[in-house]
């Protein structure tokens, strides 16, 4: 499996913008898939998950209730809907497909994709 994310841009504060994770391969639907984010000169975040099937989802308390994420495996696609934005959700997004189970350490996620940049401004 190989992933590639994408939908980033700049948006205002208060805006919203939504992120795809696009698979290529097999056994995409095998995987819990999780987002991470990286602002600059910090260290990776966790941003929350989903799993594989079932689509349980968890988020890290900074984006409850203001981020959603969403997955078709029929379409091998994970979808980031960000809304309410803050200048601090400001970052480099990235997906991620786990080995271990669902997990908010990005030490269980062994597949990542390259990021795709979100800025928010004030």
């Known amino acids: 499996v190989q992933l590639q994310a994408s939908g980033g841009g700049l948006v205002q504060a208060g805006g919203s913008l939504r992120l795809s994770c696009a698979a290529s391969?097999?056994?995409?639907?095998?995987?819990?898939i999780g987002w991470f984010r990286q602002a600059p000169g910090k260290g990776r975040e966790f941003v929350g998950f989903?799993?594989?099937?079932?689509?349980?989802?968890r988020y890290a308390s900074s984006v409850k209730g203001r981020f959603t994420i969403s997955r078709d495996n029929a379409k091998n696609a994970v979808l980031l809907q960000m809304g309410s934005l803050k200048p601090e959700d400001t970052a480099v997004y990235y997906c991620?497909?786990?080995?271990?189970?669902?997990?908010?350490?990005?030490?269980?996620?062994?597949?990542w994709g390259q990021g795709t940049l979100v800025t928010v401004s004030s």
């Open positions: 991620a497909a786990s080995a271990g189970g669902v997990s908010q350490w990005s030490y269980d996620y062994v597949i």
């Open positions: 391969g097999r056994r995409f639907s095998s995987y819990p």
């Open positions: 989903i799993s594989e099937t079932n689509g349980i989802t």
